[in-house]
C-alpha cells in the first residue's frame, strides 16, 4: 500500500514512515500542503496522513482540495495534527476526512488506523464520518 504523509514536521515524517515502512508499505512524504497535493496528484496514494498546521496551505485546505478532485475523492485522509480542540475536529470530519488522531500519537495506532481505513469501502467511510459528526454535534 502507497501512503502519503503530509507533514511540516521533520520528526514526524520520520516516525510515520519508519513505522509505516516497518508494517511493509511503501511511504512518500511531502513538507507542505502544496507539495502534498501535487505529490497525490501524481503518485495516486491509497492512504493519506495529512497534518493541519502547515505553511502556506493549511491541512483543512488541503482536504478540500483532495475531496474535490475526482482522481482522489475517494482516498482516506486520516487527520493528524496536535489542533485537537472541538471546533477543530467539526472541522476536519466536515472537510471529509475518515479518521481524526491526536499528536501527539502512538506508532502502532498509526500503522493499525492506517489497515482500517484502507480496508473501509466509501460507503463505510462516508457513515463513520456521519457518525463522528453526530457524536460531535455536529
Request: hydrophobic share 45%; aromatic share 2%; with cysteine.
Amino acid at each position: 500500500m502507497l501512503i502519503l504523509v503530509i507533514d511540516d514536521e521533520p520528526d514526524v515524517l520520520m516516525l510515520c514512515r519508519v513505522n509505516l515502512e516497518l508494517a511493509g508499505h511503501e511511504v512518500v512524504e511531502a513538507g507542505s500542503g502544496e507539495a502534498g497535493l501535487e505529490l497525490a496528484r501524481s503518485a495516486r496514494p491509497d492512504v493519506v496522513v495529512l497534518d493541519v498546521m502547515l505553511p502556506a496551505r493549511d491541512g483543512f485546505q488541503v482536504l478540500g482540495d483532495l475531496s474535490s478532485e475526482q482522481e482522489l475523492a475517494d482516498v482516506p485522509v486520516i487527520l493528524l495534527t496536535a489542533k485537537t480542540q472541538m471546533a477543530d475536529r467539526l472541522a476536519g470530519w466536515r472537510a471529509g476526512c475518515t479518521e481524526f488522531m491526536s499528536k501527539p500519537f502512538s506508532p502502532n495506532e498509526l500503522v493499525e488506523t492506517v489497515g482500517r481505513v484502507h480496508a473501509m469501502t466509501s460507503e463505510e467511510r462516508s457513515e463513520h464520518r456521519k457518525r463522528a459528526l453526530a457524536r460531535l454535534g455536529g
